[in-house]
């Protein structure tokens, strides 16, 4: 166990990536689900009763489905549990770390002169945090894809456009 912490530390600080990790299908099925129910939590907090699992678990899936039809057009189909291993952990760790800034800031007013003093200067560290994430999965897709870091940034922030974009049409074709 202590050796995992030590990956996944070395994960979130750029020293390793989905190659170090185990191939494990089960503990990705695991950090899966943890990862939709943490982050069915906190938009239950967020959002009251409007927040919907299922669309959470859709858009978790779907991007569990995105990484594997990269790495299988780029011909690294057998990479694709570690590196969704990876991706699992830095969302995982990403909501951990989000989810009190969040919860401090919400719910925004709709008059940005209404925003608090503690609103405003949270903003920021919950951007840096973001960033990170983005680099975070590029620096994994980087490994996974053996492309340069632009490329795999680039790629991340897509694979998150092309992720909630399909969510949001569901959404909305079956409200």
Request: include cysteine.
């Amino acid at each position: 166990m202590t050796a995992f912490l030590v990956v996944i530390s070395r994960l979130l600080s750029f020293r390793a990536g989905g190659a170090d990790l185990p191939y494990a299908p089960r503990l990705l099925g695991v950090l899966v689900a943890v990862t939709v129910a943490l982050d069915v939590w906190l938009s239950a907090q967020l959002e009251g009763s409007d927040a919907s699992p299922i669309w959470i678990l859709l858009r978790t899936l779907l991007g569990v489905a995105l990484i594997f039809l990269v790495l299988r057009a780029a011909d690294k189909p057998a990479r694709f549990v570690q590196t969704a291993t990876a991706l699992s952990l830095v969302a995982l760790a990403i909501s951990l770390i989000s989810a009190p800034i969040l919860l401090l800031i919400w719910p925004l007013p709709q008059d940005p002169k209404l925003i608090t003093g503690l609103q405003a200067s949270l903003t920021m560290p919950l951007l840096a945090v973001m960033l990170w994430f983005l680099m975070l999965r590029a620096h994994v897709l980087r490994g996974a894809l053996e492309c340069p870091w632009f490329a795999a940034f680039m790629l991340s922030i897509l694979l998150l456009f092309v992720e909630s974009a399909v969510t949001l049409s569901l959404m909305n074709l079956f409200k």
